[in-house]
């Protein structure tokens, strides 16, 4: 018996999937945790008259996560992702990040020898 693959069941247009896809949640995560935690500690340096309900110390938990989750989602947060990419991203994937969205990842810490387009 002979099997052949049929190839019409294939797309042809599949779209090509990311490497750094899961590297890039990651980081995204740590810096939204990172940033959270911050403006929580920095809402605590506020003088107050009196003590926040509970009600409002949720509201303010909330939108701290909120805040956070912007941040690290934008381009210009507060640069945390691209330290952790450049940690966290296996050597031999650093040469696809830094090309594949250099607007994004401009200071990641590529080694000269991966640096084959000079």
């Given at each position: 018996m002979k099997i052949t693959p049929d190839t019409r069941a294939l797309p042809t247009n599949a779209p090509k999937t990311n490497p750094i896809k899961p590297y890039e949640q990651i980081a995204e995560g740590m810096e939204t945790t990172f940033t959270q935690h911050m403006l929580a500690e920095m809402r605590?340096?506020?003088?107050?008259?009196?003590?926040?309900?509970?009600?409002?110390?949720?509201?303010?938990?909330?939108?701290?996560?909120?805040?956070?989750?912007?941040?690290?989602?934008?381009?210009?947060?507060?640069?945390?992702?691209?330290?952790?990419?450049?940690?966290?991203?296996?050597?031999?994937?650093?040469?696809?990040l830094k090309n594949s969205h250099p607007e994004v990842r401009q200071g990641l810490a590529v080694s000269p020898k991966e640096n084959t387009n000079e």
């Open positions: 605590k340096t506020i003088p107050k008259e009196g003590q926040d309900s509970p009600a409002m110390d949720y509201y303010n938990s909330l939108l701290d996560t909120e805040r956070a989750q912007l941040m690290a989602q934008s381009n210009t947060g507060l640069g945390v992702k691209k330290v952790i990419l450049d940690q966290i991203v296996p050597q031999h994937m650093k040469q696809y």
